[in-house]
């Protein structure tokens, strides 16, 4: 083989014809990938690519890119350059290039088009740094082939906002119900989210209990009720606890979750049905400052006194907290009620998002019932509201 020397990069510069540069810069370029160069023949190469580059066309810049893709002695600055260029130059960079740090595989998914991100998605290998920042475009064709990808390391917080935001996608829960290993708090959110196939994998291959996949399909269900009718007016929101409250719906863990996430227009309307006294009432009776109030106004609901220290709990946590006209917890609630929550439960899981750790307290008080109780009236509860829930 010729060696490269300073006599190529005078004779290219002289040349004044661009598509014999482009030729000559694919050349070098393939030496620069195949061939054993000393660390000066290596710079000469490179000093020749970077000459032409700026002009050359774009059908040359991809042949440039393909030839250096895996070449793992390729200059950073030039690896960055073409995994930044448009789609066609970058693909092959950014699905093969191990010369891309995480960092400049962040920059590129942040800045560049989400077509680039989708070929980033394409590594065979992906750090966590890289797939949060993937699953965060929230793109459907990026979190299809993270979740898919097996060699992906994605964190929970990661997993947390794939279930956040395509829950309901069956492609997408599939992918990620046939991860090799998932953290337990996702797989039972997942339990409250999947059916059929992926619901019994899920089981299968964590051995979660069937009676518990129970509790959290119909804890998952109140939770979503009380979602989708946040932002409600008052009078809305007093009619539909009416309805429940008829078709003895409005159960105590309906109205424990209410008010644990700090949905105030629907719990005092849900107070004041169970209790059969006006709002204004209600209110005074969960403002009381010496804490009298609170578990006066639980004892007029006739709700389950197994329900009623935690109540007690939050009721007076919340006494001074108004209730929001777009139906989310007021600043401020989630920082009182979380430890009040975290204080009720004998294990705790950091993965947990704030409707798992509200589940997971009402089920503890549920399976402390039912230990004391052979007639295990929460399971029946629960399958009641499953039935009418599905009819």
């Given at each position: 083989m010729a060696r490269l020397s300073q006599r190529d990069v005078e004779l290219l510069a002289a040349d004044p014809n661009p598509a014999n540069r482009q030729d000559a810069m694919l050349r070098v370029a393939e030496l620069y990938s195949a061939e054993p160069l000393t660390q000066a023949e290596r710079q000469i190469a490179l000093a020749i690519v970077q000459a032409v580059l700026p002009e050359a066309e774009l059908e040359f810049r991809r042949r440039l890119s393909e030839a250096l893709k895996s070449t793992p002695h390729l200059d950073h600055g030039l690896a960055r350059q073409l995994a930044e260029d448009v789609l066609d130059v970058a693909t092959p960079i950014l699905v093969h290039s191990t010369v891309l740090t995480d960092e400049d595989l962040v920059q590129v998914i942040q800045h560049c088009s989400v077509d680039h991100a989708r070929a980033v998605a394409m590594r065979p290998v992906l750090n966590v740094t890289v797939t949060d920042a993937l699953i965060r475009t929230d793109d459907e064709i990026v979190v299809v082939r993270v979740a898919a990808n097996n060699n992906a390391r994605i964190s929970a917080g990661g997993l947390h906002h794939i279930l956040d935001r395509f829950g309901d996608h069956a492609r997408i829960a599939e992918a990620v119900s046939n991860r090799p290993a998932l953290p337990l708090a996702i797989v039972e959110r997942m339990a409250s989210l999947v059916t059929g196939r992926t619901l019994?994998?899920?089981?299968?291959?964590?051995?979660?209990?069937?009676?518990?996949?129970?509790?959290?399909?119909?804890?998952?269900?109140e939770h979503f009720l009380l979602q989708s009718i946040a932002g409600e007016p008052a009078e809305e929101l007093r009619a539909f606890a009416?309805?429940?409250?008829?078709?003895?719906?409005?159960?105590?863990?309906?109205?424990?979750?209410?008010?644990?996430?700090?949905?105030?227009?629907?719990?005092?309307?849900?107070?004041?049905?169970?209790?059969?006294?006006?709002?204004?009432?209600?209110?005074?009776?969960?403002?009381?400052?010496?804490?009298?109030?609170q578990a006066e106004l639980f004892e007029h609901c006739g709700l389950d006194p197994v329900y009623r220290p935690l109540f007690v709990d939050l009721a007076y946590a919340a006494r001074n907290f108004p209730a929001t006209r777009d139906g989310k917890a007021p600043p401020g609630w989630l920082d009182l009620a979380m430890p009040i929550l975290r204080n009720r439960l004998q294990n705790f899981d950091p993965d947990w998002s704030l409707e798992q750790i509200v589940t997971e307290a009402l089920i503890e008080i549920e399976e402390e019932r039912a230990a004391g109780s052979s007639a295990g009236p929460s399971s029946l509860r629960g399958r009641?509201?499953?039935d009418k829930a599905g009819r």
């Open positions: 019994e994998r899920l089981i299968g291959r964590y051995a979660v209990p069937a009676h518990r996949v129970a509790m959290i399909l119909h804890h998952s269900r009416q309805r429940l409250d008829d078709n003895r719906l409005l159960g105590p863990t309906l109205i424990m979750r209410a008010i644990a996430i700090g949905q105030f227009g629907f719990l005092l309307q849900a107070l004041s049905i169970k209790a059969n006294v006006p709002i204004s009432n209600v209110r005074r009776l969960m403002a009381d400052e010496g804490g009298r109030g009641n509201w499953a």
